[in-house]
């Protein structure tokens, strides 16, 4: 099994610029999340789901886009780069007792 | 606002010393759970310690609860140098809150 899988793993935008951020899991676990990760700021939750057809905002959802059409996937979408969303992505999945994460996607934006 | 809030920031250590990092939260809980990640790495789940549990043990780890006082604490015996990494708690709910985390170094 592969876990949770993210694409692409590094990414260099512009502002202005649209994108998205891939996650896939194959442990059909219900719920995903996505978060982002800045220096001294720990982990922060963007969207998660609890199921597919379910989405819902996390603490810092403006800019992004998430939809969860099937259980497996969960892709993440920047509407519209801005610098202030250079940042490591995280897509997790799993249980309210434990969370899977991915290997991260470090994103840059000009 | 983040649900966990762990301390020290920062702790450097000797290897074969014991590393002991806390976390606070805010609100009610079920569980409580705690992470580690390695530099560049996604978090790896660690530990879980149940709202009606006051300590549990897992290898060289060793997790608290104190409820009352809404606070956990982790300690790392015996520490190594391959446990230098950040540590996180995380509390549950639909809505999973991560702190800003402790930086352990563990210096050979």
């Known amino acids: 099994n592969a876990g949770v899988t993210q694409t692409p793993k590094f990414q260099v935008l512009k502002t202005g610029q649209s994108m998205t951020l891939q996650c896939a899991q194959d442990?059909?676990?219900?719920?995903m999340s996505w978060y982002r990760q800045d220096p001294g700021m720990g982990l922060r939750l963007i969207h998660y789901?609890?199921?597919?057809?379910?989405?819902d905002q996390g603490e810092v959802p403006n800019g992004y886009n998430v939809s969860r059409s099937t259980t497996e996937d969960f892709p993440l979408r920047l509407l519209s780069a801005a610098p202030s969303q250079t940042s490591v992505y995280f897509c997790?999945?799993?249980?309210?007792?434990?969370?899977?994460f991915g290997p991260g996607t470090r994103l840059t934006v000009l | 606002s983040q649900q966990g809030e762990e301390d020290p920031q920062a702790l450097s250590i000797q290897e074969g010393e014991n590393a002991t990092m806390n976390c606070s939260y805010k609100t009610s809980i079920n569980n409580l759970q705690w992470y580690r990640q390695n530099s560049g790495r996604g978090l790896v789940h660690l530990i879980l310690i149940r709202s009606n549990e006051r300590e549990k043990h897992s290898g060289r780890l060793r997790v608290t609860l104190d409820t009352s006082k809404k606070s956990s604490s982790l300690l790392i015996t015996a520490s190594r140098a391959a446990d230098t990494a950040s540590y996180f708690c995380?509390?549950?709910?639909?809505?999973?809150?991560f702190g800003t985390g402790t930086s352990l170094t563990v210096i050979p």
């Open positions: 442990m059909n676990h219900e719920y």
């Open positions: 995380a509390t549950d709910g639909n809505q999973f809150y």
């Open positions: 789901s609890v199921g597919a057809g379910i989405t």
């Open positions: 997790a999945a799993g249980t309210v007792n434990e969370q899977f």
